[in-house]
């Protein structure tokens, strides 16, 4: 039998027959659920206490809500209460989780995979920029020219001739470059899935309707992050520019802003053709919640199926 490694265990209220109480796969299970770290770790202590105080080894999730709504008011364990009954669905699933965090460049997408991941204990996350740079190494410009350049500026790479036939360089450029990366994203799927590996997979090239995963294969959920407020999304880069310490610079990305945004209408209008929910990020808390609502609600109907 293959080593289950795809999701965390079922959710970790402890038992007689199964592994003790742990504060920190509780505190997980609750950030997957959309409490913040320290309210989740507040609630696991509370937990530990209350099965201390009551001399017993497990609690159900009729006492859970309690003590949620004790630490988190009503409202809040409400919603996280609903999430986590949809927790033990990830225990039931026989397939590995592939999350697909597509946008326009500077939309937040590496924060927001890389939070929702360790949420949901997948310690997989890759970028497509990632399989870029590897494959730049592998094929030289004149093989490959797309691949080369930033997406927003792959319409460098194009000829004079193909320039010429498009209504707009930019767009070509970025597809052209879009489908080269696609294969190397690809096989780092497949090289997961014979592994039995959940993964978390973001980037600018993870266009709709472009990437195709086999559904018997993996649980797929895709979404694309947006930011349409022209100057919060401009913002974006200079905060990024004053964290990396300069090493992605804000000049460059504001020169190129016509292209950017010219790429996320299209990866958002690609989205919406294909059925894929578009996540505004003006709220890094809230649109983490709404990836995770995407992610717990398809497991709860795949699981709905099964049975």
Known sequence: MTERRRFPAALPLGGEDGLPFSKGMMARALMASGVTAPSAYELARRVELDLDERRTVSLDLDRLHELAADCLGSPMADRAMRRLRRWNHFAELDLPLVLLVGGGTGTGKSTLATEAAHRLGITRVTSTDFVRQTMRALFAKPFMPSIHYSSFEAKLALTKAEEEETGDAALLGFLDQSRNVLVGVEAAIERALVENWSMV???????????????????????????????????????????????????????????????????????????????????????????????????????????
Do not use: W
């Not at 472009?210 to 349409?228: F, G, R, S």
């Not at 407020?229 to 020169?255: C, L, M, N, Q, T």
């Open 201 to 307: 997979l973001e980037g600018v090239h993870l266009v709709p309707g472009m990437l195709d995963v086999e559904p018997h294969k993996a649980l797929v959920v895709q979404c694309v992050v947006a930011i349409h407020d022209e100057p919060h999304h401009r913002g974006h880069f200079e905060i990024r520019d004053v964290s990396s310490v300069g090493v992605r610079p804000a000049d460059k990305y504001i020169e190129g802003f016509p292209e950017i945004r010219l790429i996320q209408d299209y990866i958002v209008e690609r989205a919406r053709r294909n059925d894929v929910p578009v996540i505004e990020n003006t709220s890094i808390d809230r649109a983490l919640e709404a990836i995770l609502d995407l992610v717990l609600e398809r497991a709860a109907q795949v699981t709905a199926v099964a049975r």
